[in-house]
């Protein structure tokens, strides 16, 4: 690996001399400052532990246990490269260990739930497959809640799960809920909400309700006949499946309400994005005036009402249905005002488009937390998103959604966003949210989004180097004609004030950059901060190519030098690309 060469034409080649990856001058200081005689031993590596790494609770029991992995001759410490080797080793990751660590007791309210959308598609949401297939994929990356498109099949006579009114070809809803009850529980023990979408007539909705009582069996959680005061806690609902829907209504009113909009509303495409998604945009950024078109399908599908005593169409419901439903859906009459009155008496599900959300954010932002509080807000991708793209979660998160639903078959920005926030909390799948938007002062208030606070604490990130591109990604794989040119790109996603992306200088034709440079980022909410990495080789001539990306919950982040290993744009981690980075709190 010591040189590579690279064709330029028929005649010519180019050879570049290949450097080799070794420890940045800090680590080799630090390394002399922490060693004795080139050795590392138990003591001086606790020292480096505790000081450097800020693991106050180190051990000599810990520092063996990395001496015994990463030592290669001397017994009894480590020297450079074995120093070095274990700073880039998949045992010093950026965030806490994988394990449960939140208060787990406190309503499903309290609580952001990591959300997918049309959870039965493999593609776009017009044309692709319905399958079990990505619920499957979605369960065992830790998503908590599935959602499911119920509406009769051809022959009126069964329940299919597929997009309504698309060319989506269905898949049937018992061989989705089996998948469900195969897999709900593999990465996560806490609770697996069903959101249903009902177009179903009376006699199907009791057909439901016996395929869903029969698969789930004593796993299937109800609340019973009094309903719920207040949510119960995951620890309680530890796998345990919920239902969430609207009560029981007329399927024809529900046609025709639905017909009625569609023929009012145009379709429109949503933005491409490329390769990696384009960039995150703000509220204040986003434009509002195409609501009336957005197709809101928790709208069109009659879940707008919640006054069950004026139905045009009288016909039987489904009583057996209705017992299901632990988390009742649906909007009240009255408009945006009236969806966040909180009754003190019960608690309910909201489902508003992204779109919605930011009309509402605009008047109603302090409403919407205090109505977060006890009661439990969905936001939904846009209709016109085709593409299965996705919007930026922080909105949501930032007032107290708790399920911000996501297309998970998509890509690009806005997902590694909701893919690093649902690595806290060992990855269950639920987040507690931050105290001051749970809690209420002295005169009712609550914590209002629009009021810009001080800075909290400062993250420092120190991006020293990168490496593993030569042995992931083919030698032409970046440029036919010589080693890539890598720049790093490093920023914070989280509310307005805290967001920003830097970028560090580009390092011509090197595999194993060596950046070597500090930014720092002020924080004024550090719980709602995400550490987004990404790395880009940079081209002249045309886009430049994509070479990574994490994202990390700075709430989680650890202190002191850590290896980040970088992911692909689908989000899936590569086996050898890693940066070596160092975060500090000031």
Not at 43 to 72: M, P
Not at 223 to 250: A, Q, W
Not at 327 to 345: R, T, W
Request: hydrophobic content about 35%; proline content about 5%.
């Amino acid at each position: 690996m010591s040189k590579q060469t690279y064709r330029v034409c028929f005649c010519f080649q180019r050879r570049f001399r290949l450097a080799v990856t070794e420890a940045p001058d800090e680590i080799k200081d630090l390394f002399n400052q922490y060693s004795e005689n080139g050795i590392m031993t138990v003591d001086r590596l606790r020292r480096f532990l505790i000081e450097v790494q800020k693991e106050e609770k180190a051990t000599d029991e810990d520092a063996q246990a990395i001496i015994d992995q990463h030592r290669h001759i001397h017994r009894k410490g480590l020297h450079l490269e074995a120093f070095f080797k274990y700073l880039l080793s998949d045992s010093n990751p950026p965030h806490q260990a994988l394990r449960v660590h939140h208060d787990m007791n406190a309503p499903l309210s309290h609580y952001f739930i990591y959300t997918g959308h049309n959870s039965y598609l493999t593609g776009n949401q017009l044309s692709s497959d319905c399958s079990d297939v990505p619920i499957k994929q979605a369960l065992e990356k830790g998503v908590r809640v599935i959602e499911l498109d119920l509406w009769p099949n051809a022959a009126k006579d069964n329940v299919d799960v597929l997009h309504g009114r698309t060319l989506t070809t269905p898949v049937e809803l018992l061989k989705c809920l089996k998948c469900i009850k195969e897999h709900a529980f593999v990465k996560s023990e806490y609770p697996v909400v069903i959101t249903l979408e009902d177009h179903l007539t009376p006699d199907l909705q009791a057909k439901v309700a016996e395929m869903v009582t029969q698969t789930f069996e004593d796993i299937l959680y109800t609340p019973g006949p009094e309903g719920l005061k207040e949510f119960r806690s995951p620890e309680s609902l530890k796998k345990r499946i919920i239902i969430s829907t609207k009560p029981p209504k007329e399927y024809l009113e529900a046609k025709e309400v639905k017909e009625k909009e569609n023929d009012a509303q145009k379709g429109k495409t949503s933005g491409d994005d490329s390769a990696w998604g384009k960039e995150l945009t703000h509220l204040k950024s986003m434009s509002v005036a195409d609501d009336k078109h957005d197709l809101d399908e928790e709208d069109n599908n009659a879940e707008e009402e919640l006054d069950d005593g004026e139905n045009k169409l009288q016909q039987p419901e489904a009583p057996e249905y209705k017992r299901l439903i632990t988390i009742h859906a649906g909007k009240p009459k009255g408009g945006l005002e009236a969806c966040f009155v909180v009754d003190p008496d019960k608690v309910r599900r909201l489902s508003l488009s992204e779109q919605q959300l930011e009309k509402a954010v605009a008047t109603y932002a302090k409403e919407i937390v205090r109505f977060t509080q006890r009661n439990i807000l969905r936001v939904y991708p846009k209709g016109t998103r085709i593409d299965s793209s996705n919007y930026n979660p922080l909105i949501g998160w930032t007032h107290g959604a708790q399920m911000v639903a996501f297309n998970m078959q998509g890509y690009g920005r806005s997902l590694w966003l909701m893919q690093g926030m649902f690595k806290a909390n060992g990855g269950c799948g639920y987040i507690k949210k931050p105290d001051f938007l749970l809690t209420t002062g002295p005169h009712n208030e609550v914590f209002d989004p629009k009021v810009k606070l001080p800075v909290k604490k400062t993250l420092k990130v120190t991006v020293y180097m990168g490496e593993g591109w030569y042995y992931d990604f083919r030698h032409t794989h970046f440029d036919a004609y010589s080693p890539p040119d890598f720049y790093a790109r490093v920023g914070i996603a989280g509310v307005p004030v805290d967001t920003i992306m830097k970028k560090t200088k580009t390092l011509e034709d090197n595999w194993v950059p060596n950046w070597n440079e500090e930014f720092e980022f002020p924080l004024t909410v550090p719980e709602l901060a995400l550490l987004r990495i990404e790395v880009h080789e940079y081209d002249m001539s045309e886009k430049d190519d994509f070479g990574g990306q994490a994202c990390l919950p700075v709430s989680e982040l650890r202190s002191g030098i850590r290896a980040v290993s970088l992911h692909s744009h689908k989000g899936e981690k590569y086996n050898s690309v890693k940066l070596l980075m160092r975060f500090e709190y000031f």
